[in-house]
């Protein structure tokens, strides 16, 4: 569900034209609805009541100020990967205690600022990581929590490269190894132990995987149990997937049901990190039509928006839906639609059956909101395009499109190469 919808043939956000908004910052943009942002947080709140989990928010989905914000004022916590997002989830006021940080590269500036800013938990990665971060926190005289990323070597059925949870991939640590590393906890004199994390993977519609590898997880925990070792945390992390053309994926509720049973057993605390599943349909990304070109084989809509803008056609090949911003009853044609990048991976769809536009109209790229503007790159020195939030009938823009300027920012000619 979310609030992109038509009126009159024209598609809002909300209560704004989003014909009105392309007016006023130029195309292509991002633009997210607060209403759908928060409505999804909350649908997991509720679903997930019983057990009044800790829902970090994957920040890597979308680490906008005002999205991030958005969240933190209705109670989130943020699943962090970077020193970066750590700084920037501090800084719209989120507690330190409800951030956990993940990642296979942590580095010592990276795991020194984490202390420092007394976060929940280091989601752990690797054995070596573990001994790194216990060596700085007696470097720092502190005491940190961590909890161990396990693979659960499952298969989860999405993209190639979104699946995390087997052990072809970099993620998580084997079960043996995290095994023995409970069992040799007096090793991290300034680490505690508590808790086990997974991370299956992203964009997985069913319940089966979830379900398979929680429980392969509860089972481990029982055994550490019958050992004497005890944790406190569990992280399930996060991975549900949405609607993006045709899938039919679970909602929270349907989520809840299936592994709350599960979860309620271990007696654990919950923390949970979805990222698509909060803001993936909350955004749009509008691009407008540049040129129609037909070669005699193939009809392209060459847009002004590109790879660099929305990457996710060209590295997962993702489908996204695309709409005209201003319904019409022109006939259907089958096109490409692409960017004006210089490579043949930029692409928004191929193939795809559309009605025909012409050049200056706008698109509506959907469910753009996830992995969207925080992969856009500047590649062919395009500057990132802004991104805008709607809140009932009005707009603002939340990050400024860049501009030349801050292009160049940093970069110069070595001292041989200037003239005069
Ligand atoms: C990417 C990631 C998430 C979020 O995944 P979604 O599919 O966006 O829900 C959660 N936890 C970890 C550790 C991740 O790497």
């Given at each position: 569900?979310?609030?992109?919808?038509?009126k009159?043939?024209e598609?809002?956000?909300?209560?704004v034209k989003?014909?009105?908004?392309?007016?006023?910052?130029g195309?292509?943009?991002y633009?997210y609805s607060?209403k759908t942002l928060t409505?999804h947080?909350l649908?997991?709140q509720?679903?997930?009541?019983?057990?009044n989990p800790?829902?970090?928010f994957?920040m890597?989905?979308?680490?906008?100020l005002?999205?991030i914000?958005?969240?933190?004022d209705?109670g989130?916590g943020?699943?962090?990967v970077s020193v970066?997002?750590?700084?920037?989830?501090?800084?719209?006021?989120?507690?330190?205690?409800?951030?956990v940080f993940?990642?296979?590269g942590?580095?010592e500036?990276?795991?020194?600022f984490a202390?420092?800013?007394?976060i929940?938990?280091?989601n752990v990665?690797?054995?070596?990581?573990?001994?790194?971060?216990n060596?700085?926190a007696?470097?720092m005289?502190r005491?940190?929590?961590?909890?161990?990323?396990?693979n659960?070597d499952v298969p989860?059925p999405?993209?190639?490269?979104t699946n995390?949870?087997s052990?072809?991939?970099?993620f998580?640590?084997?079960l043996?190894?995290t095994?023995?590393?409970?069992?040799s906890q007096k090793?991290?004199?300034?680490?505690?132990?508590?808790?086990?994390?997974?991370h299956?993977g992203?964009?997985?519609?069913?319940?089966?995987?979830?379900?398979?590898?929680?429980k392969?997880?509860?089972a481990?925990?029982?055994?550490?149990?019958?050992?004497?070792i005890d944790?406190e945390?569990?992280?399930?992390?996060?991975?549900l997937g949405?609607i993006?053309?045709?899938e039919t994926?679970?909602t929270a509720?349907?989520?809840a049901n299936?592994?709350?049973?599960i979860l309620?057993?271990?007696g654990?605390?919950i923390?949970?990190?979805p990222?698509?599943?909060?803001?993936?349909?909350?955004g749009?990304?509008v691009?407008?039509v540049?040129?129609?070109k037909?070669?005699?084989?193939?009809?392209f809509f060459?847009?002004?928006?590109?790879?660099?803008d929305l990457?996710?056609p060209?590295?997962?090949d993702a489908?996204?839906?695309?709409v005209?911003?201003k319904q019409?009853r022109?006939?259907?044609?089958k096109?490409d639609?692409?960017?004006p990048i210089?490579?043949?991976?930029d692409f928004?769809?191929?193939d795809r059956l559309l009605?025909k536009v012409?050049k200056g109209?706008l698109?509506a790229?959907?469910?753009?909101?996830?992995?969207g503007y925080v992969?856009?790159?500047?590649?062919n020195i395009r500057?990132?395009?802004p991104e805008?939030?709607?809140?009932g009938?009005?707009?603002?823009?939340?990050?400024?499109?860049?501009?030349?300027?801050?292009?160049?920012r940093?970069e110069?000619l070595p001292r041989f190469l200037?003239?005069?």
């Open positions: 569900m979310h609030d992109f919808h038509f009159n043939n598609l809002f956000c909300e209560n989003v014909s009105a908004v392309a007016k006023s910052v195309t292509p943009f633009l607060y409505d947080f649908k997991m509720r679903a997930f009541a019983r057990i800790m829902i970090c994957a890597k989905s979308n680490g906008n005002a999205v914000k958005s969240l933190v209705l989130a943020i699943d962090i970066g997002e750590l700084k920037k989830a501090l800084r719209v006021g989120a507690d330190s205690k409800k951030i993940a990642s296979v942590k580095t500036e990276e795991i020194a202390i420092k800013a007394g929940l938990l280091f990665e690797s054995e070596p990581e573990l001994l790194e971060i060596r700085i007696r470097r005289k005491q940190v929590q961590a909890a161990l990323r396990i659960p989860a999405t993209h190639e490269y995390t949870g052990l072809k991939k970099k998580g640590i084997d043996r190894t095994r023995q590393i409970f069992r090793k991290y004199s300034n680490v505690k132990m508590s808790g086990v994390h997974i299956i992203s964009q997985i519609t069913s319940g089966g995987p979830f379900v398979g590898a929680i392969k997880v509860a481990f925990i029982d055994d550490l149990r019958e050992e004497g944790i945390y569990l992280d399930i992390g996060g991975g949405i993006y053309k045709d994926p679970q509720q349907e989520y299936k592994v709350l049973p309620e057993k271990t654990l605390k923390i949970m990190e990222g698509r599943f909060i803001v993936g349909n909350a749009i990304f691009t407008k540049l040129y129609l037909d070669n005699g084989y193939k009809k060459i847009v002004d928006g590109g790879m660099n990457i996710r060209s590295l997962y489908y996204h839906e695309i005209p911003v019409t022109a006939s259907k044609i096109v639609v692409v960017g210089c490579e043949s991976g928004f769809a191929h009605a012409n109209d698109l790229v959907m469910s753009a909101g996830a992995y992969m856009a790159s500047n590649y500057g990132r395009v805008v939030m709607v809140r009938n009005k707009f603002e823009i939340v990050k400024e499109r860049e501009t030349f300027k801050d292009l160049m940093g110069r200037r003239t005069s």
